[in-house]
């Protein structure tokens, strides 16, 4: 039995869409051990994840914290891994892979000498993580472009709710270009015509929640706080529909295979993120103050009409 460390820290939307992935390295390395790094926040998910074994915390403290790296790289090198494979492909873990003593693998270290990483960054993510896995040993792995997200749901946790529509109008703040600005109007339209419905979001911080009270959502929260990543799956998972800003949410409702909708900008594509699956769909748009509330109603209204009847 070998040691096996896999790498990623976040987003949100990013550690989701790796579930593929570990449920391929872990059908590969059914005998070892497998250890995920990552941070404090995504802790708590993990633990039930049933791909790996152990977790490891990093702070992610900047680089002339010589003491916190010392320790750390002393940590993973102690325990011997046979294979790294960084999930994150960053710049951090590029520094971290030159003090540990591990076969690597990374879209760093598996470039053919014809390819250049800015040409294969236009890949697709999934399409990106299965040609990593290839490259790095793993020849089957049909699970990393199909993530399922089932595994991380709390399938015990309740809502007051039935039918409702999920709503996440949020992202963070260094990503406001990422917010469609018309989900205000949305959401009266919606009212208007399906008075049955409720829409519901769960917001993830103070400012969300100020926003989500102005946009007169229904708001779920946890004492007060922000729900877990596992009640946020399980939310959304029984939602009737899903209507997003590209956020994390909307990569939890597109790997639960949740019927909804995610809306784009010029910030990136659909295709790129890998978020399309058969029943979570997108509209793009070159500028998302161009698209106006009446015209994303009419692409969901028919979803919506039938779900009302219901």
């Not at 987003?11 to 593929?20: A, E, M, R, T, Y």
């Not at 003491?67 to 102690?78: E, R, S, T, V």
């Not at 029943?279 to 998302?288: A, E, G, M, P, R």
Request: glycine share 4%.
């Amino acid at each position: 039995m070998s040691n096996i460390l896999i790498i990623k820290h976040g987003s949100l939307g990013d550690i989701v869409q790796i579930s593929g992935v570990l449920k391929d390295i872990r059908e590969h390395h059914k005998s070892d051990k497998i250890y995920f790094m990552t941070t404090n926040k995504f802790s708590n998910l993990f633990k039930n994840c049933p791909y790996i074994d152990n977790i490891i915390l990093d702070e992610r403290k900047a680089r002339i914290n010589f003491f916190y790296y010392f320790g750390l790289f002393k940590k993973l090198n102690y325990l011997k891994f046979s294979k790294v494979y960084d999930l994150q492909n960053s710049s951090r873990t590029y520094f971290y892979q030159r003090f540990l003593r591990s076969s690597w693998s990374s879209t760093r270290n598996i470039l053919t000498s014809d390819e250049t990483k800015e040409k294969f960054d236009k890949e697709g993510v999934l399409e990106r993580f299965q040609i990593q896995l290839k490259r790095s040993g793993i020849k089957k792995c049909e699970n990393t472009l199909y993530p399922d997200f089932n595994w991380a749901v709390d399938k015990n946790y309740r809502i007051k709710f039935q039918n409702y529509i999920y709503i996440a109008p949020f992202s963070s703040k260094n990503l406001v270009h990422k917010r469609w600005p018309y989900f205000k109007e949305l959401i009266n339209i919606i009212k208007k015509k399906h008075h049955n419905l409720n829409l519901v979001t769960a917001p993830g911080n103070y400012d969300e929640i100020t926003l989500a009270k102005k946009l007169g959502l229904e708001i779920i929260l946890n004492n007060n706080n922000p729900t877990s990543i596992q009640n946020l799956a399980g939310i959304i998972k029984n939602s009737k529909f899903v209507i997003s800003n590209d956020t994390g949410p909307a990569h939890i409702a597109a790997h639960l295979n949740c019927d909804g909708i995610v809306i784009f900008g010029t910030h990136t594509t659909p295709k790129k993120v890998s978020i399309e699956r058969s029943n979570f769909k997108s509209i793009s748009t070159s500028h998302l103050k161009d698209l106006s509330a009446e015209d994303v109603y009419k692409k969901i209204s028919e979803k919506l009409i039938n779900i009302s009847k219901d």
